[in-house]
């Protein structure tokens, strides 16, 4: 069974400051990852997803992710923070049979 | 963006009832859709998956008695809770697969935040 492992519960950054969230499955096939966002009091939303070709995929609001299949991950960057970004973060892994697996989550707090 | 919908958005119930969760999509038809349960501070749960048409396939240790879901159409699917109790007070949220192009991407529900007292 896939597992997805999200090593930061909560990440508190000052504004501008440079993110990356850590995201790690183990799982022997081929997945598809994905990275999710839930604003307060919003439901998820899909932030970027890979599927195949150029590991580094670019999502909305200035976010990316690198898919780096020899390490299993997964990470999410953003090279300046706003505010509103203050948002639950989930990583997430999809096989091929279309089972999917969330992380824990990752509060990320931004200050002004 | 695809749109899905989740009715109701909260509901309080007393033990021992059963509660019906509705999950549309509002803008494409979905095959396939998902339950999952999400606990205070921690991550969703995937309960099952609702495909139309069929029986719903359900994860190691959830109970497919007292979670009885319903695909009846590409664009509803219904997840009742049973004779509910205060254990299965959760937010539960839904999501749908929309198919683009050759590539599935799910869009989540609102969620629906149960109480039972």
């Known amino acids: 069974a896939q597992s997805v492992s999200q090593h930061n519960h909560h990440v508190i950054l000052s504004e501008a400051a440079s993110l990356e969230l850590g995201c790690n499955y183990s799982?022997?096939?081929?997945?598809?990852l994905f990275w999710y966002v839930q604003y307060p009091g919003q439901h998820l939303q899909l932030l970027l997803k890979y599927f195949s070709g150029d590991p580094l995929v670019k999502g909305i609001k200035g976010f990316e992710a690198e898919f780096i299949k020899s390490k299993f991950s997964f990470n999410l960057r953003k090279p300046s923070v706003q505010w509103s970004d203050t948002a639950e973060y989930f990583c997430?892994?999809?096989?091929?049979?279309?089972?999917?697996?969330f992380g824990d989550g990752t509060t990320l707090t931004v200050k002004p | 963006g695809a749109v899905v919908s989740q009715h109701p958005s909260r509901v309080i119930c007393k033990s021992g009832t059963s509660v019906k969760i509705e999950c549309r999509s509002l803008d494409f038809q979905a095959t396939t859709m998902f339950w999952y349960r999400q606990f205070p501070k921690q991550s969703l749960m995937l309960m099952a998956t609702?495909?139309?048409?069929?029986?719903?396939?359900?994860e190691q240790g959830v109970e497919k008695d007292k979670f009885l879901i319903n695909h009846a159409s590409l664009t509803l699917s219904t997840l009742t809770v049973t004779s509910a109790h205060p254990e299965d007070s959760s937010f539960y949220i839904c999501s749908a697969e929309a198919q683009r192009g050759s590539v599935d991407t799910q869009y989540f529900g609102p969620g629906t935040r149960l109480t039972v007292l």
């Open positions: 799982y022997g096939g081929t997945v598809n």
């Open positions: 997430a892994v999809t096989t091929n049979a279309g089972k999917s697996t």
């Open positions: 609702s495909n139309e048409g069929s029986k719903a396939t359900y």
